[in-house]
């Protein structure tokens, strides 16, 4: 949807559009599924007197949030039973007007995977969006002490995270360029220079796609995880890869033999590789396939 195919009464929403997207991707940790919610959301504000709607912003927010509950609901039982790990789908955030300008790093998302749908919603929309504790009420049809209660115990969880330090944007591309090439290649000495000592890899294949069932932790353990990988009579260095940013973090996409698409993103910290996050499951990345085209 965009403005030119707008009708006047339809501006709200796109203005409001970049916003409510935030919110369903930060609630679902997925890309489609959260373009999906603001569609239906869209549907819905065409059935809407919009005269008699006196603050556009926070109806539709709250039509979005509801919506993500319901989703979220419905899914739960599949979210359990998920295979592995569950990494959110990689949202490009190359432009420096990204829509999504608040941290969306895969950290926090996980994090937020890890609440009840209602303590997400609070904390999202509370300390994220900043809408006032009226708001949230109205929201979730909760009462004020009640939403309190939800943001206080999100608040717990999400406490022990540390502040995301700024990584000059060149220099982390850099690293990330080089592990690349370093785990492809089995370059076990330039792995160890660039991993720090705790550093933890994370892979989602979904079921579908070969990945660690559980982190590996520890800069020994994950540089055993790529040697070992880059003597597997497939490994063979990528000949097209593409060097992004996912969800703020500097990335690699590449295509590994067989046609699997993955997306391997890095979060350093004083220098050195602190996470690696591969996500290799095809629902995940499938949305990445213009990337690699560009």
């Not at 089995?186 to 796609?209: A, E, P, Y």
């Not at 880059?230 to 490994?235: D, E, F, G, I, N």
């Not at 046609?259 to 995940?284: C, F, H, S």
Request: one cysteine or more; aromatic letters at 6%; charged letters at 30%.
């Amino acid at each position: 949807m965009t403005r030119s195919h707008t009708q006047p009464g339809d501006r709200a929403f796109v203005d409001l559009q970049p916003r409510l997207l935030a919110v369903a991707y930060r609630m679902l940790g997925s890309v489609s599924d959260a373009e999906d919610i603001v569609q239906d959301a869209y549907l819905r504000w065409q059935r809407v007197d919009v005269e008699k709607v006196r603050d556009e912003t926070g109806y539709l927010i709250r039509v979005v949030t509801r919506l993500c509950l319901d989703h979220l609901r419905a899914a739960r039982a599949i979210r359990d039973a998920y295979p592995g790990e569950w990494l959110p789908e990689p949202l490009v955030t190359d432009d420096a007007t990204e829509r999504l300008d608040r941290d969306v790093s895969v950290a926090l998302m996980m994090t937020l995977e890890r609440l009840s749908p209602l303590e997400r919603a609070a904390f999202l929309l509370h300390d994220v969006f900043e809408c006032s504790y009226d708001d949230l009420s109205k929201t979730l049809e909760r009462s004020h002490s009640s939403c309190r209660q939800l943001v206080s115990r999100a608040r717990k969880h999400i406490e022990h995270m540390k502040p995301r330090a700024r990584v000059d944007r060149e220099h982390g591309q850099e690293l990330a360029n080089a592990f690349f090439s370093a785990a492809k290649t089995g370059n076990t000495k330039h792995l160890t220079d660039l991993l720090s000592r705790d550093v933890q890899l994370h892979s989602d294949g979904g079921g579908k796609i070969i990945a660690t069932l559980n982190p590996i932790v520890g800069r020994d353990k994950v540089v055993r995880f790529f040697a070992g990988l880059s003597r597997k009579p497939t490994a063979t260095q990528p000949a097209h890869w593409v060097a992004c940013q996912l969800n703020g973090l500097p990335a690699i996409i590449n295509r590994e033999p067989g046609g699997t698409l993955q997306a391997t993103l890095v979060n350093i910290e004083k220098g050195e590789i602190a996470a690696i996050y591969m996500v290799r499951n095809p629902d995940k990345t499938r949305h990445l396939e213009s990337v690699m085209s560009d």
